[in-house]
């Protein structure tokens, strides 16, 4: 539809514009013709300003000689006006009718975007709001918080959509406006302690856990930051205190289908590590699979050999999962990771580029993946 | 889908303006009918274009349309209609849009209009005028370009300058710039000449209406701009001799002089070279003033050569077009024919001192406003030339001017007599004595140059009225005989007779509130009382109100006189939260003799606020004489008859005198 | 008169007009134009009390007094040196502390700038051009983008 408009509006022009090459001669005035006439019609006013008497008879007869003498001038010029050559430019018109749309196109090319829609405010505004993208969610909160930038409430909105798509720098910001602002309220400890979870890679840091253990002492109800802290507790092999948690999470969430079977799981999986005994096979998919913390607490206490052994061994069992179930784009990173920290960087290149063919698809998980590679300094 | 097409209709346009500047001017070269020709639809559609563009991007401003970058940074959903239009050219990229609409369209009007011109002088002009589109249309469509789309969009624009949003700043763009563009057209028919190496009978006929419309426009703008000033600024001045305003008023002191001087050209033949030459600066100054405001420059040298690809590109437009044009001129103008001759003591001989006076007034202003900026690049040191400058070097060249105007229109053509002018002007000038007179006596203080001041605007008046009562014979023949010559006098006398006496009454405003406006600055608490200029006013405290796009404190004073209340004066300070600043809005109350001011000021301690209030003796004859100038140039415009000076020989003249003795 | 004498009446007169404007320009660019200095230029100058000049800086924090009914006392600072003003009316809507100024007066015989005119220009962001500059130079300011809302004075520091 654009490009028909452009089309209709580049011929209609390229017509008006060539219909006079290919016109007749002029039949204006020629040069000579065109001043003489000036003249003559100073020569007719004069008459009527003598007529109407707002000059005198002496002054009239005086400026009719001037004039006279300009017209007469006119006449002695050259008289054979030019004959109207046509020289049917017809190469002038090719030309033009060819450079005329690739200059447009070329300037229209470079700056134009044609791709773009209209979007005035109240169509869009019209528009229900599942269709429109995350984006553009954000960014009209963001526009509104612009002008309104002490709105709490527009920061504890906008705070978990920048967390869910991974701009955790703002979302922890809004998160620090929304409690400045609204004071510390728990679920938006909750959220903060959560936001710099992810953010530091799903480690629980001593200051994400603070902030936590304070959201469930102000709102022991919070299921969220209770889950996390249970987790931070089995990274930190601190069984006992995990398992505790879970049955406590239990309670809670006996009647929430989303996260009961997890906190089944996790109880057993964590008595079992309590006990000494191998977790419970079945469909338990980890977060994370791979070295958790608890493991790698119990590697510091062996030998430097048989450390790295077992280490050896598990990043060895995340390589046979992934091989099997490579839909794991964390296990991966995980797996890249271990290897440039083992220092074996062909590996890690393999896996990443394993990965990156795995995730092809996904742009996202793509650019991790690439960022990943270049913090660790490593290209597939 | 209408952004893009606007986008895409500015680009066909500056295709076109290539066009336009190219066959045309080659064709004329070469005689050819057929490759001038194409100038007309060319200019055409090119405003066509232009004007689509247009179109395009204030529909995106009226609808918000933020998925245009220009829409989102200088509009908002919650701006008046009013202020979303004007929002259009209140900013940069569009005002450039704006500036090429009104140059395109002037193009079309010479197309359309122009049938009866010598095929090869407006084939020339059309050219030069498709040149000037060219260089602007690049630079809109390179550097400044208004269609320049976001994705996503956001949801809401960053707001519009508080300050601008404002009825008269609505409509000053277009006015000034009406100006500036018009000046364009003398600068092509003066381009057109020279190329051509001769002035053809059409010449001045056609260049003086478009100088005469161009001025009119450019007087309104700069009044507008100056009102502006004096109500939002909040500091009661009408006049700053700042660098933005200087840009405006050297085109019009030249352009003043070109409209003169198109007069001598159009009735007598001469000046002609001189015309050329003074419309090449004039619209070289337009282009100066277009470069001031818009490079940045005037911020200051070093923000212009920070972000130089715009303050570049108009210098290089500049560059070409006066270096080019004055090239021209130097290489052709000795070509042109030599006009007419006269006596220094005549029509022809006032008009150049006329236009002496204001080139050389302009000159001044020029140096006032550069020479800051020259320094500054040159030698880093920064000093500011303020209102004494001007006063020193503006003021005393014009006065003579100014006394010298009311001579002008009585002087004859080719040689006049100075005596016989003199006499018919005696009741002017004892009018204008009688006004020094009383002024001095019944004014209690202020400086002695006053009376003489506004002596001056009477005269400039009473000379203009008198014009007007010697060519109607009034008081010589019957009244009959009067009123009949009256009625049937040319339009263009009256025009003549209102724009002069229009710079009387502007000349008194300036005068009067220069000299006896009073001020007073005080601390008020609610249930205080001011006076000024016997005026009494009562503070009933500041009350909070919320406007469609800001917050406001709305003070409230009663103002008596005498005893009796005469109304009531709110000024106001917004906070507009979208752009995040704050204006000051004066309440005026026109007053009988002149302005009651009155200013919020910042809180005090215990609930005083600090009050300013001013009185401005007439300050409004200042923007009524413009408004004045601008309908005698209208009545001087709409005179359909050619206009030929009739000479008078040496006998006739003598014969007049005796008449009038 | 002849064609020639004519002429020369009318060049002498331009002569005659430019020379007088020549004349006035020059006086007036000797007499009226207003220097712009910096807190620290004014002592190192030493400039006599009743010199016309601009002042220009940041007003200092904490140093504005409006006790006084209308008349408004604060400091002018550049960080190295500080002048005292004092002015009497409406301040501009943007005057604010820790923001650039531009005050335009003379010193007194007591040593403190008695302001007749307060520049502070009509946007958020705004500071005046001198004052940039001039900060520039002693590398207090970058530039626009750095003063934001949000930019606490001490910052500028």
Not at chain 1, 299 to 307: E, G, K, L, V
Not at chain 2, 508 to 517: D, H, L, P, Q, S
Request: aromatic share 10%; charged share 20%; hydrophobic share 50%.
């Amino acid at each position: 539809m654009l490009w028909i408009i452009f089309l209709c509006l580049t011929a209609a022009v390229l017509l008006a514009l060539l219909r006079p090459l290919f016109g007749g001669g002029g039949e204006e005035p020629g040069r000579d013709a065109a001043n003489a006439q000036v003249y003559r019609d100073q020569l007719k006013e004069i008459d009527s300003d003598r007529d109407r008497g707002l000059i005198g008879e002496a002054e009239a007869k005086a400026a009719r000689l001037e004039i006279e003498r300009r017209l007469l001038a006119t006449m002695d010029a050259d008289q054979n006006v030019a004959a109207a050559r046509s020289g049917s430019p017809v190469w002038m018109a090719v030309a033009v009718a060819v450079a005329l749309p690739l200059i447009v196109l070329g300037f229209y090319l470079t700056y134009g975007s044609p791709q773009l829609p209209d979007q005035p405010l109240l169509v869009r505004l019209q528009q229900p709001v599942d269709e429109q993208n995350v984006a553009e969610l954000i960014a009209r909160v963001e526009a509104g918080l612009k002008r309104k930038p002490n709105d709490g409430q527009g920061w504890a909105v906008i705070a978990p959509v920048y967390i869910s798509v991974r701009r955790f720098d703002q979302g922890l910001e809004a998160y620090r406006k929304a409690i400045r602002l609204l004071g510390p309220r728990p679920d938006l400890l909750a959220g903060y302690g959560e936001a710099l979870v992810f953010a530091n890679d799903g480690a629980v840091d001593p200051q994400a856990r603070e902030i936590l253990e304070r959201a469930v002492a102000d709102d022991p109800t919070l299921v969220k930051p209770r889950i996390l802290l249970a987790y931070s507790d089995e990274q930190a092999g601190n069984y006992q205190r995990a398992v505790a948690r879970w049955r406590e999470l239990k309670s809670l969430v006996k009647n929430d289908e989303r996260w009961a079977p997890l906190v089944e799981r996790r109880i057993a999986s964590a008595e079992a590590k309590l006990d000494g005994s191998s977790p419970p096979k079945g469909p338990v998919r980890q977060s994370a699979g791979g070295p958790n913390a608890g493991d790698v607490e119990a590697a510091q206490n062996m030998s430097p050999d048989a450390r790295k052994q077992m280490i050896e061994t598990m990043v060895g069992r995340l390589a046979q999962r992934l091989e099997q179930n490579g839909d794991d784009l964390d296990g991966w990173l995980k797996l890249v990771r271990s290897y440039a920290v083992l220092d074996r960087k062909d590996d890690a290149r393999t896996a990443l580029a394993k990965a990156k063919a795995q995730f092809s698809d996904q742009p996202a998980a793509l650019q991790r993946l690439n960022s990943l590679a270049s913090e660790l300094g490593i290209s597939s | 889908m209408i952004a893009e097409t606007g986008h895409f209709a500015l680009i066909l346009a500056l295709g076109i303006a290539i066009i336009q500047m190219v066959l045309p001017l080659y064709g004329s070269r070469r005689d050819d009918p057929q490759l001038m020709a194409v100038a007309v639809p060319a200019a055409q559609a090119q405003f066509l274009l232009v004007a689509l563009a247009f179109v395009a991007l204030m529909t995106a401003y009226v609808t918000s349309d933020f998925s245009i970058l220009n829409v989102y940074e200088n509009s908002s959903s919650a701006k008046p209609l009013l202020y979303k239009i004007s929002g259009v050219w209140g900013n940069h990229e569009g005002s450039m849009v704006l500036w090429v609409l009104i140059l395109a369209l002037f193009g079309a009007g010479v197309a359309t209009y122009g049938r009866n011109l010598p095929r090869s002088l407006q084939a020339n002009v059309l050219s030069v005028q498709g040149a000037i589109g060219v260089a602007f249309l690049l630079f809109i469509i390179t550097t400044s370009n208004p269609f320049v789309r976001l994705d996503p969009a956001p949801f809401e624009g960053q707001g519009f300058n508080p300050v601008l949003q404002d009825p008269a700043l609505a409509i000053h763009p277009p006015f000034l710039y009406a100006g500036y563009v018009g000046f364009s057209m003398a600068f092509s028919f003066a381009i057109a000449a020279l190329i051509d190496g001769r002035i053809d009978a059409a010449w001045a006929r056609w260049v003086r209406p478009w100088t005469l419309a161009a001025w009119m426009c450019l007087t309104i703008g700069i009044a507008l701009g100056s009102w502006w000033a004096y109500y939002e600024l909040g500091w009661g001045g009408f006049w700053f001799w700042d660098p933005v305003e200087n840009a405006s008023f050297m085109p019009w002191l030249s352009g003043t002089a070109l409209l003169h001087s198109a007069l001598v050209m159009e009735k007598r033949d001469a000046l002609k070279i001189w015309t050329i030459l003074l419309a090449i600066i004039t619209f070289s100054l337009s282009l100066v003033g277009t470069f001031l405001v818009r490079s940045g420059v005037l911020t200051s040298v070093h923000a212009f050569a920070v972000d130089p690809a715009r303050g570049v590109f108009i210098l290089g437009i500049m560059a070409v077009f006066i270096g080019g044009a004055l090239a021209l001129f130097a290489w052709r103008a000795p070509l042109l024919r030599q006009g007419g001759i006269f006596a220094p003591i005549s029509r022809e001989g006032a008009l150049v001192f006329n236009n002496l006076i204001l080139v050389t007034a302009c000159a001044a202003v020029f140096v006032g406003t550069l020479y800051p900026l020259a320094l500054e690049s040159v030698s880093n040191e920064k000093i500011s030339v303020g209102p004494p400058f001007f006063n020193y070097t503006f003021v005393p060249l014009v006065l003579p001017l100014l006394l010298a105007v009311p001579l002008g229109p009585f002087l004859a053509w080719k040689r006049g007599d100075l005596y016989a002018v003199a006499q018919r002007l005696m009741v002017a000038a004892v009018i204008a004595l009688a006004a020094i007179v009383i002024v001095f006596a019944i004014q209690g203080r202020g400086p002695w140059l006053a009376p003489l001041g506004i002596g001056l605007g009477v005269w400039l008046i009473a000379g203009a009225a008198s014009e007007l009562a010697y060519r109607a014979k009034l008081f010589q023949a019957s009244a009959a005989e009067t009123w009949r010559r009256f009625i049937h006098l040319p339009r263009s006398s009256f025009g003549t007779a209102l724009a002069h006496a229009g710079v009387g009454l502007s000349v008194i405003g300036i005068v009067a509130t220069t000299a006896w406006r009073t001020e007073d600055i005080t601390a008020m608490k609610p249930g205080e009382t001011t006076e000024i200029a016997g005026y009494r006013l009562v503070f009933d405290g500041v009350s909070e109100r919320a406007g469609p796009n800001y917050d406001e404190q709305l003070a409230s004073f009663h103002v008596f006189r005498g005893d009796s209340e005469i109304t009531e004066l709110h000024p106001t300070k917004r906070q507009f939260t979208i752009e995040g600043s704050a204006t000051t809005e004066a309440a005026i109350y026109n007053a009988w003799g002149g302005d009651l001011y009155a200013v919020l000021g910042d809180p005090l301690e215990n609930g005083a606020y600090s009050v300013r209030v001013y009185f401005n003796p007439l300050v409004r004859l200042i923007w009524i004489g413009a408004v004045v100038m601008f309908l005698g140039g209208g009545l001087s415009l709409f005179d359909r008859r050619l206009r030929v000076g009739a000479p008078k020989r040496a006998a006739a003249a003598q014969g007049r005198l005796a008449d009038a003795k | 008169m002849t064609r020639k004498q004519r002429r020369s009446v009318l060049i002498g007169g331009c002569m005659a007009v430019l020379a007088v404007a020549v004349g006035l320009v020059l006086f007036a660019l000797s007499d009226s134009i207003v220097f712009f200095y910096s807190p620290s230029e004014v002592m190192a100058k030493e400039l006599a009390p009743g010199q016309r000049f601009r002042l220009g800086g940041l007003v200092e924090d904490g140093s504005v007094e409006r006790n006084r009914g209308t008349t408004v006392k604060f400091v002018i600072t550049d960080k190295a040196k500080d002048l005292p003003v004092t002015y009497t009316g409406v301040l501009p809507d943007l005057f604010r502390e820790g923001q650039g100024v531009v005050a335009e007066g003379m010193l007194g015989p007591d040593g403190v700038f008695q302001a007749d005119k307060v520049l502070a220009k009509h946007d958020e962001n705004y500071m005046p051009p001198e004052v940039a500059a001039k900060l520039k130079e002693q590398g207090l300011w970058e530039g626009p983008e750095q003063v934001s809302r949000e930019t606490e004075p001490s910052k500028v520091n």
